[in-house]
C-alpha cells in the first residue's frame, strides 16, 4: 500500500469514528433518570423555550457531555503519550499515580487551604500530577536495569495507595473536604456547572496542543532510547515536554471530575490495533475514540440504578479492572 493509500485509509476510519463519537453525545443528552426524545434535545439546544425537559438537557447534561469530550480527550491521549514515551504497555494515569498525586493535593487545597474555586486548587492538582509522576519514575529507575515496564507499574500502584491514603486522612480529619469532595473523589462527571468546562479548556488545549509538538518524537523513542537517539530524537527534551504535557491534561481533568482511570489504558491499545504504530495517529484517534468510552460509561452509570447513579469512573473500572488483568496475563504468558 502506497502512503497515498495509507494516509487516505486512515483519514476515512478516523472520520468513521467521528458517527459513535455523535451518537454517544446525543444520548448523553437523552438519556438519564428521566428520558429525552430527540427532538426535545434539539430544541433545548437550538430553539430554547424553558419547558422543563429543555432546562434538563441544558442544565444538568450539557455540562457534563461537554466535561466528557474535555476529560476523555485529555485522559485517552494522556495514556497514549505516557505508554510511548516509558515503553510501558501498562501505563495510565490511574496506574501510575497521576491520578491519586493530583486527588491527594486537591484535597489538600479544599481541606486544608479551604479553596473552593477550581481556578485555585487546580494548579495543585498540576503540581500533584508532577509530584507523582517525577516520584514514580525516580522508584522505578532504581536498581539494575532501570526503568522496566513492570518497575514503573508497580511503583505507581505502590505510590498511588501512599497517597490516597493519606487523602483519606485528610478528608476524615477534615469534614469539610469530606462533604465538598465525597462525590468527585469517585469520578462523575455529574453536578458540575459549564463554567468548569470553560475554566480547564485552556489546560486541555494547551496539552493537547504540546502532544501535537511532540508527537513526531514518541515514535522514535518507542523504539529505545539508543535507536531514537541515532535517528536524532531528543529524548530528554521530548520527556520533559511530555511530562508537561501530562501534567496540563491530568491535572485539569482530575481537577475538574475527580480521579477517573482507566480510560488512558483501553482506548490506546484498541486505536493500536485498529490503525498501527505510528503514534501520530494513536493521537489522532484517541482524541476521537476516548471520549466515546467515557461518555457511554457515564449513561451506563445513569441507567442501571435509576434513579439513583453510579459514578463513571465506578463504571470505568468495572470494564477497565478486567481488562488490565488480561493484559498483564497476555504479557507474562508472552514473556515465557
Not at 12 to 29: D, E, F, K, N, Q
Not at 202 to 211: E, V
Not at 255 to 283: C, E, K, Y
Request: charged content about 15%; glycine content about 12%.
Amino acid at each position: 500500500m502506497s502512503p497515498a493509500q495509507s494516509l487516505a485509509r486512515r483519514t476515512g476510519r478516523l472520520w468513521v469514528c467521528v458517527a459513535p463519537l455523535v451518537v454517544a453525545c446525543v444520548l448523553s443528552l437523552a438519556l438519564g433518570t428521566r428520558n429525552i426524545g430527540p427532538p426535545t434535545v434539539r430544541d433545548a439546544l437550538f430553539r430554547f423555550t424553558d419547558t422543563d425537559e429543555q432546562a434538563i438537557v441544558r442544565d444538568p447534561r450539557v455540562p457534563r457531555t461537554v466535561l466528557g469530550l474535555l476529560v476523555g480527550a485529555a485522559l485517552g491521549v494522556c495514556g497514549a503519550l505516557i505508554q510511548a514515551v516509558t515503553r510501558n504497555p501498562l501505563a495510565d494515569t490511574q496506574i501510575l499515580g497521576a491520578n491519586a498525586g493530583a486527588s491527594l493535593f486537591a484535597v489538600v487545597a479544599v481541606g486544608l487551604l479551604g479553596l473552593t474555586d477550581i481556578w485555585a486548587y487546580v494548579w495543585f492538582a498540576f503540581a500533584g500530577v508532577a509530584v507523582a509522576t517525577v516520584a514514580v519514575y525516580a522508584l522505578g529507575s532504581m536498581g539494575r536495569g532501570g526503568a522496566t515496564p513492570v518497575r514503573l507499574t508497580l511503583a505507581g500502584v505502590a505510590l498511588g495507595v501512599v497517597l490516597d491514603g493519606v487523602s483519606g486522612g485528610i478528608r476524615l480529619v477534615r469534614p469539610r473536604a469530606f462533604d465538598y469532595l465525597r462525590f468527585w473523589d469517585a469520578g462523575t462527571l455529574g453536578g458540575r456547572e459549564l463554567d468548569v468546562a470553560f475554566a480547564i479548556t485552556p489546560f486541555i488545549g494547551a496539552g493537547l496542543l504540546l502532544t501535537l509538538l511532540v508527537s513526531r518524537s514518541p515514535n522514535a523513542v518507542a523504539m529505545g532510547d539508543d535507536v531514537a537517539r541515532s535517528l536524532g530524537a531528543k529524548v530528554v527534551t521530548t520527556r520533559l515536554l511530555a511530562l508537561v504535557a501530562v501534567m496540563l491534561l491530568a491535572g485539569a481533568s482530575t481537577a475538574a471530575v475527580g480521579p477517573i482511570g482507566f480510560v488512558g489504558l483501553m482506548v490506546p491499545h484498541a486505536v493500536r490495533w485498529l490503525i498501527g504504530t505510528d503514534q501520530r495517529w494513536i493521537m489522532a484517534f484517541t482524541v476521537v475514540c476516548a471520549p466515546i468510552l467515557l461518555l457511554v460509561a457515564d449513561v451506563v452509570g445513569r441507567l442501571v440504578i435509576r434513579p439513583a447513579e453510579l459514578r463513571a469512573g465506578i463504571v470505568t473500572a468495572f470494564v477497565g479492572a478486567p481488562v488490565l488483568i488480561w493484559m498483564v496475563l497476555r504479557a507474562r504468558a508472552g514473556a515465557l
